[in-house]
């Protein structure tokens, strides 16, 4: 029995779970409300204050849906009432961030500024010029956004310039050993 997908989800105040006939589930709560369609052959049952995931068998495919569907469940719960967020951090000369309305831009040392648009459910903030705040409710999504916006200057391994996550480490290399250096 998976020990993940066996534990049950608790509903905390002021969220509501509702689970519909082809096993979607709208979770809504205070900061709004999420919809999934899980997998067909797992069973979702809300009973009290509680959600329970169970599998019809131990067949391999079941046992790895079993761990998942309870875990994007669970994320969905933790996402409507406190929600989710990834903090990039943005090192390098020259290289900053601003919000121009909605929009991210920002200067990587690119000839030219890079702009991002948030897509829908995605808050971005900067409190400071070097330090990229991305938050929403749906846990992939914030991830999904956060990923995209690294991609646009990854951390290099010489110096380190480029976008990271604020826990990420990034390992150095030593540059050139030089002329006479075997």
């Known amino acids: 029995m998976?020990?993940?997908?066996?534990?049950?989800?608790?509903?905390?105040?002021?969220?509501?779970?509702?689970?519909?006939?082809?096993?979607?589930?709208?979770?809504?709560?205070?900061?709004?409300?999420?919809t999934k369609t899980m997998h067909p052959d797992m069973k979702i049952a809300v009973e009290g204050a509680e959600i329970l995931v169970t599998r019809p068998d131990d067949e391999k495919q079941h046992r790895a849906l079993h761990g998942l569907t309870r875990t994007l469940i669970a994320n969905m719960v933790e996402g409507v009432t406190n929600g989710f967020s990834k903090e990039l951090e943005i090192r390098g000369v020259g290289y900053r961030a601003q919000l121009q309305g909605k929009n991210l831009?920002?200067?990587?040392?690119y000839s030219h500024p890079v702009i991002v648009e948030p897509v829908e459910g995605i808050?971005?903030?900067?409190?400071?010029?070097?330090?990229?705040?991305?938050?929403?409710?749906?846990?992939q999504l914030v991830g999904h956004f956060a990923a995209n916006v690294r991609f646009k200057r990854p951390p290099e391994p010489y110096k380190g310039a480029g976008i990271r996550y604020v826990d990420e480490v990034v390992k150095h290399k030593e540059g050139k050993?030089?002329?006479g250096a075997k």
């Open 2 to 34: 998976s020990r993940i997908g066996r534990k049950p989800i608790t509903i905390p105040a002021g969220v509501e779970v509702k689970v519909g006939s082809d096993n979607t589930i709208t979770v809504k709560g205070p900061k709004g409300t999420l």
């Open 105 to 109: 831009n920002m200067n990587l040392g």
């Open 123 to 139: 808050t971005i903030e900067v409190p400071a010029q070097n330090r990229v705040i991305i938050s929403g409710i749906d846990k």
């Open 177 to 179: 050993a030089g002329k």
